[in-house]
């Protein structure tokens, strides 16, 4: 069964708004999580890393205040983009690893749409 | 920086072989892994290679040699559904990251 979810599949926002994407691990605690951005015919991309109760780690290039990461939970991590714009349409995915496995856990990501 | 580097675009038979080939230059390395992605989902793991030398799971295979840099995944007895695009990533140094190649768009025809 899935071992991470993330909310929602889907949204369609208006641009200049913030969108809230949510990331759970089930069943298991996750004190680090993954946030990847993936355009069209792209790969993933590593936007940062959500480390539960301290602040997260953005990869170069990343706008930190443009893409909000909380950690609030040992299961739940939050990405808001904030004021979005149509360049901001992506495909967010978010990860994390179990411990005493090797395997990386994807949620089954969030199609995010700028008008 | 992180290098990682694939073919990006594959065709192949159904009913044959096909390799697909990695590259990688990294500043730390603590595995490579194979994943497969169909449009619109998230990637499912296929396979995990540390040491060198060949791993076999089922039609599914994954060669490691971390002296070249070099990784590749076999795939036997194509099927239409193993049309998907597929990612090489490797883990750094930073034991839970992991980087992505650009992925290959494997194509499986009749």
């Known amino acids: 069964g899935a071992v991470v979810s993330q909310h929602p599949s889907r949204v369609i926002c208006k641009s200049g708004t913030s969108v809230k994407i949510e990331c759970r691990s089930l069943?298991?605690?996750?004190?680090?999580m993954f946030w990847y951005r993936q355009f069209p015919k792209q790969s993933l991309m590593l936007m940062a890393t959500?480390?539960?109760?301290?602040?997260?780690?953005?990869e170069q290039g990343v706008e930190k205040d443009k893409f909000l990461i909380n950690h609030a939970s040992l299961t739940l991590s939050t990405l808001t983009v904030t004021s979005a714009h149509p360049e901001d349409s992506s495909f967010y995915i978010c990860?994390?690893?179990?411990?005493?496995?090797?395997?990386?856990?994807f949620g089954p990501g969030t199609r995010l749409t700028v008008t | 920086g992180q290098n990682i580097d694939q073919p990006t675009e594959m065709t192949a038979t159904e009913g044959a072989i096909v390799q697909i080939n990695c590259t990688y230059q990294?500043?730390?390395?603590?595995?490579l892994f194979w994943y497969q992605q169909h449009a619109g989902e998230a990637p499912t793991f296929l396979s995990y290679n540390v040491l060198d030398g060949l791993e076999e799971k089922g039609r599914f295979s994954s060669f490691l040699s971390r002296s070249k840099g070099y990784s590749y995944l076999l795939l036997k007895e194509l099927q239409m559904k193993d049309s998907a695009s597929y990612l090489c990533a490797v883990r750094g140094y930073n034991f839970n990251k992991f980087y992505f190649g650009s992925g290959t768009k494997l194509n499986v025809k009749p």
């Open positions: 959500s480390n539960e109760g301290s602040k997260a780690t953005y």
């Open positions: 990860s994390t690893t179990r411990g005493g496995t090797y395997e990386q856990y």
């Open positions: 990294t500043s730390g390395f603590n595995g």
């Open positions: 069943d298991f605690q996750a004190t680090t």
